[in-house]
C-alpha cells in the first residue's frame, strides 16, 4: 500500500517537472526571431513607481525613464511615496518625476497600486500603465518597445527582467540566473506555443481599459503572479516584450534574500488556495493555457515540498530493502553518479543563458555553479510556508544606485 501512495505521487511530481522541461524547449523555436514588430511612436503611457524609502536609488530611475526613445508628449513618470522616512520624495521630483500623494493607509505594492489606479480612472489622456520598481534602471527603447506591443493588440505585457549587479556575488548571480532562465524557458517558450507570458514584478504594462473594466483588485503578497492569474481567468495573455529591458537590483544578502523568497512563496500559495479552483474550472471549459500554467504555477511550493519528501522516503526504502520499480529509484541506485549529472546539466543550462543573454561568464562564475544551492534553500522556504500563517509586507532596502550607462557598460 505504502508503495502505491508513493508511486502515484512520484508520478505527479514527475509529470509535473515534465510538463515544465518539455514546453521550455519552445524557447528554441526561431530563437532569434523577434516576437514584434516595431511601430510609429501612437500611445500614451503613464509611468508608475511606488516607493517607500528609495531615495538612494529613485533618480537613477526617474532620469533613465526621462531618457527614453520615445515621444516625450507621449508618458508621464509618477512616483508614488507611501510610508517614506526619508527624502524619496523630495529626491524624485528634483530628478524630474511628477508625485502623487498616497493620502491612504497603504501595506503593499498592491495597496499602492490600487490607489493611484482609482485616482486616474476619469482621465481620458492615458492609453496604458507602465510598473517599475523604484531600484531599477530602463533600457531607452522600453516604452517603444511596449507601444509595438499595443499596436499589435496586446493589452497586458510584461518587459525582459535583467540585473543591475550580476556579479556581486553568488546570490545576486543565481537570482539572475534565475530570471534570465524564467525569460527564456517560461515567458519566452509560452510566447511560441501560443501561450502567455508572467508579471513578474516590475517592467510590465498593461492598458488603461482593464483596470477600467475589472479595477485592480489584489489580495496576496504577490500582486504581480495574481494579476497574471486574473489576466488568465479573463482570458488575456501577457505579452512577453523580449526588447523591453529593466535592469533589477538583486539581493546580495543571504538574510534578505530569504525573506524576499518567503513573501513569494507564501504569496504562491495564497494565490494557489484563492484561485486554483477557478483556474481549472476556466481550463476544463475553455482550454485556455494560460489558466493551466498559472495554477501549475502556484503549485510550485507544493511540488518542491512533496520531491522532497519523496527523496527522504526513497533513502528510507533503501535503508530497509524495500524494492521498487520506477525510474528515479533505478537512477537514484547509481548514487553520486545520478546527482553529479544532475548537477552538471543544471550548470550547462545557467551556462546557455549567461551566454544567450551575452553577459560575462567569468562575471557571473560563483552564480553558475552556486544556483542550484540557491534553489536547494528554497526547499525549507516553503516547508515554513505551507504552515505560516499570512506574513505582512516586508519592503526590501535598495542600495545600488547606478545610471543606464553604467549598467549598459
Same mark, same amino acid.
Given at each position: 500500500?505504502?508503495?502505491?501512495?508513493?508511486?502515484?505521487?512520484?508520478?505527479?511530481?514527475?509529470?509535473?517537472?515534465?510538463? &515544465?522541461?518539455?514546453?521550455?524547449?519552445?524557447?528554441?523555436? !526561431?530563437?532569434?526571431?523577434?516576437?514584434?514588430?516595431?511601430?510609429?511612436?501612437?500611445?500614451?503611457?503613464?509611468?508608475?513607481?511606488?516607493?517607500?524609502?528609495?531615495?538612494?536609488?529613485?533618480?537613477?530611475?526617474?532620469?533613465?525613464?526621462?531618457?527614453?526613445?520615445?515621444?516625450?508628449?507621449?508618458?508621464?513618470?509618477?512616483?508614488?511615496?507611501?510610508?517614506?522616512?526619508?527624502?524619496?520624495?523630495?529626491?524624485?521630483?528634483?530628478?524630474?518625476?511628477?508625485?502623487?500623494?498616497?493620502?491612504?493607509? +497603504?501595506?503593499?505594492?498592491?495597496?499602492?497600486?490600487?490607489?493611484?489606479?482609482?485616482?486616474? %480612472?476619469?482621465?481620458?489622456?492615458?492609453?496604458?500603465? *507602465?510598473?517599475?520598481?523604484?531600484?531599477? *534602471?530602463?533600457?531607452?527603447?522600453?516604452?517603444?518597445?511596449?507601444?509595438?506591443?499595443?499596436?499589435?493588440?496586446?493589452?497586458?505585457?510584461?518587459?525582459?527582467?535583467?540585473?543591475?549587479?550580476?556579479?556581486?556575488?553568488?546570490?545576486?548571480? %543565481?537570482?539572475?540566473?534565475?530570471?534570465?532562465?524564467?525569460? #527564456?524557458?517560461?515567458?519566452?517558450?509560452?510566447?511560441?506555443?501560443?501561450?502567455?507570458?508572467?508579471?513578474?514584478?516590475?517592467?510590465?504594462?498593461?492598458?488603461?481599459?482593464?483596470?477600467?473594466?475589472?479595477?485592480?483588485?489584489?489580495?496576496?503578497?504577490?500582486?504581480?503572479?495574481?494579476?497574471?492569474?486574473?489576466?488568465?481567468?479573463?482570458?488575456?495573455?501577457?505579452?512577453?516584450?523580449?526588447?523591453?529591458?529593466?535592469?533589477?537590483?538583486?539581493?546580495?544578502?543571504?538574510?534578505?534574500?530569504?525573506?524576499?523568497?518567503?513573501?513569494?512563496?507564501?504569496?504562491?500559495?495564497?494565490?494557489?488556495?484563492?484561485?486554483?479552483?477557478?483556474?481549472?474550472?476556466?481550463?476544463?471549459?475553455?482550454?485556455?493555457?494560460?489558466?493551466?500554467?498559472?495554477?501549475?504555477?502556484?503549485?510550485?511550493?507544493?511540488?518542491?515540498?512533496?520531491?522532497?519528501?519523496?527523496?527522504?522516503?526513497?533513502?528510507?526504502?533503501?535503508?530497509?530493502?524495500?524494492?521498487?520499480?520506477?525510474?528515479?529509484?533505478?537512477?537514484?541506485?547509481?548514487?553520486?553518479?545520478?546527482?553529479?549529472? +544532475?548537477?552538471?546539466? !543544471?550548470?550547462?543550462?545557467?551556462?546557455?543563458?549567461?551566454?544567450?543573454?551575452?553577459?560575462?561568464?567569468?562575471?557571473?562564475?560563483?552564480?553558475?555553479?552556486?544556483?542550484?544551492?540557491?534553489?536547494?534553500?528554497?526547499?525549507?522556504?516553503? #516547508?515554513?510556508?505551507? &504552515?505560516?500563517?499570512?506574513?505582512?509586507?516586508?519592503?526590501?532596502?535598495?542600495?545600488?544606485?547606478?545610471?543606464?550607462?553604467?549598467?549598459?557598460?
Amino acid at each position: 500500500m505504502i508503495q502505491f501512495i508513493y508511486y502515484i505521487l512520484f508520478i505527479i511530481s514527475l509529470a509535473y517537472g515534465l510538463y &515544465f522541461f518539455v514546453t521550455g524547449f519552445f524557447g528554441f523555436k !526561431n530563437i532569434n526571431k523577434k516576437l514584434l514588430k516595431k511601430h510609429k511612436p501612437k500611445h500614451k503611457f503613464a509611468v508608475l513607481i511606488a516607493s517607500r524609502n528609495e531615495e538612494g536609488v529613485i533618480e537613477h530611475l526617474v532620469k533613465s525613464l526621462l531618457q527614453q526613445d520615445y515621444p516625450k508628449d507621449l508618458y508621464d513618470v509618477y512616483v508614488i511615496p507611501n510610508n517614506c522616512t526619508d527624502d524619496t520624495e523630495k529626491v524624485a521630483k528634483k530628478a524630474g518625476a511628477e508625485i502623487v500623494k498616497c493620502t491612504v493607509p +497603504t501595506k503593499s505594492k498592491g495597496d499602492v497600486l490600487k490607489f493611484t489606479l482609482e485616482k486616474f %480612472s476619469k482621465r481620458k489622456d492615458i492609453d496604458a500603465y *507602465v510598473v517599475f520598481d523604484a531600484d531599477n *534602471v530602463v533600457h531607452p527603447e522600453f516604452l517603444s518597445r511596449m507601444n509595438d506591443a499595443l499596436c499589435e493588440g496586446y493589452k497586458v505585457a510584461q518587459g525582459f527582467r535583467d540585473s543591475k549587479n550580476p556579479g556581486d556575488n553568488w546570490i545576486s548571480g %543565481s537570482y539572475s540566473i534565475f530570471y534570465w532562465i524564467q525569460n #527564456f524557458f517560461f515567458s519566452k517558450a509560452r510566447m511560441q506555443m501560443g501561450g502567455s507570458a508572467s508579471i513578474n514584478g516590475t517592467g510590465f504594462m498593461f492598458k488603461k481599459e482593464i483596470v477600467d473594466e475589472y479595477g485592480f483588485n489584489t489580495y496576496t503578497l504577490t500582486e504581480d503572479v495574481e494579476f497574471t492569474a486574473q489576466c488568465a481567468l479573463r482570458g488575456i495573455k501577457v505579452m512577453f516584450v523580449e526588447d523591453a529591458i529593466t535592469y533589477d537590483e538583486q539581493p546580495t544578502e543571504f538574510k534578505v534574500s530569504w525573506k524576499q523568497r518567503k513573501r513569494w512563496s507564501l504569496g504562491n500559495i495564497q494565490c494557489f488556495r484563492r484561485y486554483s479552483k477557478d483556474l481549472f474550472r476556466t481550463y476544463s471549459k475553455t482550454g485556455f493555457l494560460p489558466c493551466w500554467d498559472m495554477l501549475l504555477s502556484f503549485m510550485a511550493p507544493y511540488i518542491q515540498v512533496l520531491a522532497t519528501i519523496l527523496t527522504f522516503v526513497l533513502i528510507l526504502f533503501k535503508i530497509f530493502n524495500i524494492e521498487l520499480y520506477d525510474v528515479f529509484s533505478y537512477m537514484y541506485a547509481y548514487g553520486l553518479l545520478f546527482f553529479l549529472l +544532475t548537477y552538471i546539466g !543544471n550548470v550547462i543550462i545557467n551556462l546557455f543563458v549567461v551566454k544567450y543573454n551575452q553577459k560575462n561568464v567569468k562575471e557571473i562564475m560563483s552564480g553558475i555553479l552556486l544556483f542550484s544551492l540557491f534553489m536547494l534553500t528554497w526547499v525549507p522556504i516553503n #516547508f515554513i510556508c505551507l &504552515f505560516k500563517k499570512d506574513m505582512s509586507w516586508e519592503p526590501i532596502k535598495h542600495k545600488r544606485g547606478m545610471g543606464i550607462d553604467e549598467v549598459n557598460k
